[in-house]
């Protein structure tokens, strides 16, 4: 017994492992952004205070508190062993994210330890709810919980501890609870053997999350044990120890259901568990667990072969062992490839050969694996040299579509050749063939090329299996037949010309349509205006007329007689009724013919000129008086700036005299001559 508790106790100091949280916080510096300066945080207990009988369980909670943002807290929470045993602990609704290690608890110390962190961005506030204790009082009077230690850290990214203090609890406990009502039945006796419990007859069974095969070695040295406690069940014994059958001992560790270790030394342990209720204690489960955390022993690699060779397969040897849980395997990673596994016996009696390598400088890592898991690394590096590539010598810069392809050189004797053809950096061909006694190679293709550019290398492999390098590149075309390429590039020049006349077409066909419409367009305008002039001529001829027979019917009157004051009134108003119609008639006319006369940039048209006796035209210009207004008479002809315009009697309908003066904008006037 005295045996036990000696290794509990030192179980208990590996809890406090001021070692590992130093690490701990010192990886959270780096990893959590930082916050606003911390004012104050505090740790404390809810409910603080409660009065709970002897054997009923009670729960008490711990709280963070802190003003500013907080990443992380531990503390140890100490309590009175002679009053109370803690039954188990719960993470659930905890605000911690991560745990440095899982909440633990001892009842031979009266302890319960928790180190966790929250991430980013924190937390603020006044309850912060970390673990729910669980207690079961086991005798009278006042038990006193308080915190032993704390810490919290500010989320400032320097691991400010802001720790100000810490609250505690203060229980009651009374009497034994009052045992439950007794069942009535009949006989007596029969209730009195339903009621008595018998000894536990079967040792509990025992799971461990940590080292779940008891015959497998594992490198984790904290193992933890959990188990199912029954609902009568008053005492719960425990022990770690290298002995295959030690006896846990009469001293409950209270109704837990779970613990774990903590730095457990490597070896064989066996964890001893019983169970006891008012009979009295159970049979011992004695657990074994398997803790190698001890790599094997270092090796090197030693090179069979040189270390730089045409020898693309290097033979190596290398060896090493492991004290405790013994090799398991090694594994072997050449350059950029996959680890390849081998068993340790494949290289006790005989070197390794090396796979296969093209020519190339190769870093070798061999790493030696034990059972544990735990491994060992060894690192070298080897070169393969590469062989003198082939040499082609014989080949065609330009084939047709359809041509065979002929390539020949030199290389080594009785040496297999691999040529590969390209094309836009793609490989499209390859083809085997060995050379001669003398080196000498020819290859003859196998299958046609379409046309395209392609560019042709080879490589030499010997009987070793030691390879060359590629060869330098070789260029050649593969064009197509003549008459493929005459109508190819028929195709391509109709491709383009066809559109393109047909596009011509179409314009063309758009602009003699357009100059069709416009020209009917003015024809018919032409004709109507002749024709209105024409009616408008006739009409007011007709009108003359009349009135001059009128007047000289009075003329007539008056050589015979004396015209009465009527008649004379009567003629005097016809001549000037006449007069003033002529006038309006001229002016009408002139505005009519100015319609008919356009101008074009600088240039005078004379468009549809009429050709009527007693007609003058006059040529000014709005902003200068050169030259001066003329008046054109019959059958002459008019100089304009040494320009010939043609007589009046070649000014027919419908035709276009263009004079390109280049002055400014000129008026041409059509008027009566009124000295006619």
Sequence with gaps: MEEKNNFKSVI??????????????????????????????????????????????FSVGIYASSDEAMNASSGVLSFPTDKLQVVSVSKSGSIFSLWAQDPSFSNSNGEVHFEGVVLNPGYTGSSGKILTITFKPTSEGSAKIHFSSGSILANDGAGTNIYTGAGSGTYTVSGTAPAPPEKPSTPPTKTETETTPQKYTTAPVVLSPTHADSEKWYNNNNPQFSWELPNDATGVSTILSQETSSDPGSTSDGLVTETSYENVDDGVWYFHIKLKNSSGWGPVTHYKIQVDTEAPKPFTISFVDPKESTTPQPR????????????????????????????????????????????????????????????????????????????????????????????????????????????????VLEQHIRSTAS????IVGQETLPRGTYEIQAQVTDDTGAKSLLSEKIVFVVTSKTWAQVGSWLISLLSITIP???????????????????????????????????????TFGVLKDKVHKHMDLLEKASLKRDLTREEQRFMMHLKKYIAEAEQLHTLERQSFVEAGWKLHDSALSFRDIPREAGMKITVANQTTTWPHPQTKTSGSCWRMNGDVLPPEGSWKDRTVYQYNAGYATWKIILQEDATK
């Excluded at 405790?324 to 016996?345: A, M, R, V, W």
């Design 12 to 57: 208990t100091k590996q809890h406090i492992h001021t070692r590992k949280r130093m690490l701990f916080f010192s990886l959270l510096y780096l990893i959590f952004a930082g916050a606003s300066t911390v004012r104050a945080a505090s740790l404390y207990l809810s409910p603080s205070s409660g009065s709970h009988a002897v054997n009923q369980s």
């Design 316 to 427: 190596i040897t290398f060896h090493t062992s492991d004290a405790l849980s013994g090799l398991s395997h090694y594994q072997i990673k050449i350059g950029t490839g996959n680890f390849i596994e081998i068993t340790p016996d494949t290289v006790l009696s005989s070197p390794y050969t090396l796979p296969a390598q093209d020519p190339g400088t190769y870093p070798l890592i061999i790493q030696a694996i034990d059972n544990a898991g735990n491994n060992t690394t060894a690192v070298e590096e080897y070169t393969i040299l590469a062989l003198d590539a082939p040499q082609i010598t014989r080949y065609q810069n330009k084939l047709q579509e359809g041509d065979i392809l002929y390539i020949g050189g030199m290389t080594y004797p009785e040496a297999s050749i691999q040529l590969y053809i390209f094309k836009d950096g793609k490989k």
């Design 439 to 442: 080196g000498d190679f020819d």
């Design 500 to 538: 393109l006349v047909v596009l011509i077409i179409a314009l063309l066909f758009v602009f003699w349509y357009s100059w069709y419409k416009f020209s009917s367009l003015r024809k018919k305008v032409r004709v109507e205006m002749h024709s209105v002039e024409s009616m408008f001529q006739a």
